[in-house]
């Protein structure tokens, strides 16, 4: 049977890093995902991915089993993420920067069109103000409920769903302002 | 259903609640009305978009990376380096009390009078081999027994707070271990 968290952070605090690595191997996609999702930005998702694990590593003593491990983890990597993005106060995502992973059985001009959806669906995200950004990247990106955004968030779910409310119809309104702009441009 | 209520169950509908009959109400209404069907596409559009996008694998190597700085890091001691400390202080508060606890009284019995009695023969002892002057004498015990008289009321006062600094520290220490066991937060 395989170990638990819990199991794994005692041996951990034990003085076994080894068992660090296992911590590292299972919630590597997840972090890396939720640093991903929030960056937009290549280089820097990897600086923050490193940063994260090494913050988890050292804070492991404060971690209350009463919480899932996942959202306490991506509660650190959401807080790195926005102390940095406040401190660059804005950021930009280029072209190049954007690495998908892409699913070859589609046709060239098929994922031609769906990569240029997904990339315009992201600029929109990426525009938004931090507040609302927050919870679509949670919510819609990496499947936390309401639940554990209020943990992440540490706001209450009335406030955090009233932003995400808003926030899509943000997307919406942004998404449907730049076809209009591309129809006016053609 | 009104375009209001609509739209309240378009979110429901996105936060993945998709109970049955509100379900009906709502293509009912989509059914009819071209507004809330448009939003109702281009959310999908947009959200499924992003949740079909959302896990990202990180780079090979960059776990290997992370591995190499956690093990240039000092290892995890069981519960933490703060449990440690404050395990420590607690220990060293509980016995240091009893110390003080003990000696108090001691030091109360001894009456600083014993000691005047003792340090002036001493002195006129001393002043009498070395000088054998009435006044030097006098003058040497009077300083002595000024500052002895200050000295016992500070090595007091010192005691006093002692004490309440140690039982302070002890208190905090085990409420402060509790508070590191029971906050999940960073
Ligand atoms: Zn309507």
Redesign the interface.
């Known amino acids: 049977m395989e170990p638990s968290d819990s199991g794994l952070i005692q041996k951990?605090?034990?003085?076994n890093?080894d068992a660090?690595?296992e911590i590292?191997?299972r919630y590597?996609?997840?972090i890396?995902?939720v640093i991903?999702?929030l960056m937009g930005d290549s280089q820097e998702v990897?600086d923050l991915?490193?940063e994260v694990?090494?913050?988890i590593?050292?804070?492991?003593?404060?971690?209350?089993s009463?919480?899932s491990f996942a959202t306490?983890a991506a509660?650190?990597a959401t807080?790195v993420c926005l102390d940095r993005q406040r401190q660059k106060k804005f950021h930009q995502v280029s072209m190049e920067e954007m690495v998908?992973?892409s699913d070859n059985r589609e046709n060239p001009e098929d994922l031609y069109l769906a990569k240029e959806?997904?990339h315009k669906?992201r600029m929109?995200?990426d525009g938004l103000p931090e507040k609302y950004r927050v919870p679509?990247v949670l919510f819609?990106?990496?499947?936390f409920s309401?639940g554990e955004m209020a943990i992440i968030l540490?706001q209450p779910v009335s406030i955090i769903?009233n932003r995400?409310?808003r926030a899509?119809l943000m997307?919406?309104d942004t998404?449907?302002a730049n076809r209009e702009k591309e129809a006016v441009s053609r | 259903m009104n375009c209001k209520e609509c739209h309240q169950q378009l979110?429901d509908y996105?936060?993945h609640n998709r109970e049955s009959k509100g379900l009906q109400l709502l293509h009912s209404h989509l059914d009819s009305c071209q507004g809330c069907r448009e939003?109702f596409d281009?959310?999908t559009?947009?959200?499924g978009?992003?949740?079909a996008?959302?896990?990202?694998?990180?780079?090979s190597g960059?776990?290997k990376?992370?591995?190499k700085?956690?093990?240039s890091?000092p290892?995890?001691?069981?519960?933490?380096d703060?449990?440690l400390s404050k395990m420590f202080m607690g220990s060293l508060s509980v016995i240091f009390t009893l110390i003080l606890l003990i000696s108090t009284p001691i030091l109360n019995h001894i009456s600083f009078l014993d000691m005047l009695i003792h340090g002036r023969s001493f002195i006129y002892r001393l002043s009498g081999i070395v000088l054998d002057c009435q006044i030097i004498y006098h003058f040497v015990s009077g300083l002595f027994s000024t500052f002895l008289f200050s000295l016992l009321q500070q090595i007091q006062s010192v005691y006093t707070i002692a004490l309440f600094m140690t039982v302070f520290l002890g208190v905090k220490a085990v409420y402060g271990k509790l508070a590191?066991?029971?906050?999940?937060?960073?």
């Open positions: 951990c605090l034990a003085g890093q660090f690595a590292l191997s590597k996609r997840l890396y995902s991903y999702n990897n991915f490193q694990f090494i913050r590593y050292k804070s492991l003593h404060t971690y209350n009463e919480y306490w509660k650190i807080n998908e992973i959806q997904k669906i929109a995200v679509v819609h990106q990496q499947g309401y540490n769903k995400l409310y899509r997307l919406r998404l449907a | 979110m996105f936060d939003l281009e959310l559009v947009i959200l978009t992003l949740e996008t959302s896990m990202v694998e990180p780079e960059l776990e990376k992370v591995m700085r956690i093990q890091l290892v995890l001691v069981k519960q933490g703060d449990g590191v066991v029971k906050n999940g937060s960073i």
